[in-house]
């Protein structure tokens, strides 16, 4: 696979539970993690720590600038409703990530600079990875 450059990355969000994912305005980053709970089971006479993989976790941010035009995001972050989501790292290559998750939002506004956008997501159900 080549390296990419950020600048074509896109987040794709439904407005709604069952809608089909748009495309999110003036994002500028995204991100998302996938850790495992590493579940301790050190026992007697072990000459270290040991740990078993529990279960795999999805998450990640975005951030980037408010838009007046759509609620998009902060009906996903107010209505505590899961709802799908593409991540794109480049919207020109066909790997992308998606499934269902949920949204919290954050406006930030400063007399020096523009009104932002930030928020967090979790999955809420399975986070699949399509590669091409």
Known sequence: MARKHGRNGRLYVAITSGGTPEPVTFLRDWSIDFSVDNIDVTAFGDSNKTY????????????????????????????????????????????????????????????????????????????AKVQA
Request: hydrophobic share 35%; charged share 10%; no cysteine.
């Open 52 to 127: 078993v993989a529990g279960l795999p976790d999805s998450s990640g941010t975005f951030s980037g600038y408010f838009d007046s035009e759509t609620a998009q995001l902060y009906t996903a972050a107010t209505d505590g409703i899961a709802r799908g989501f593409y991540l794109y790292p480049d919207t020109g290559d066909a790997t992308y990530w998606y499934g269902t998750g949920l949204f919290d939002f954050s406006v930030s506004s400063a007399v020096d600079g523009a009104v932002t956008v930030s928020g967090n997501w979790n999955a809420a159900g399975n986070i």
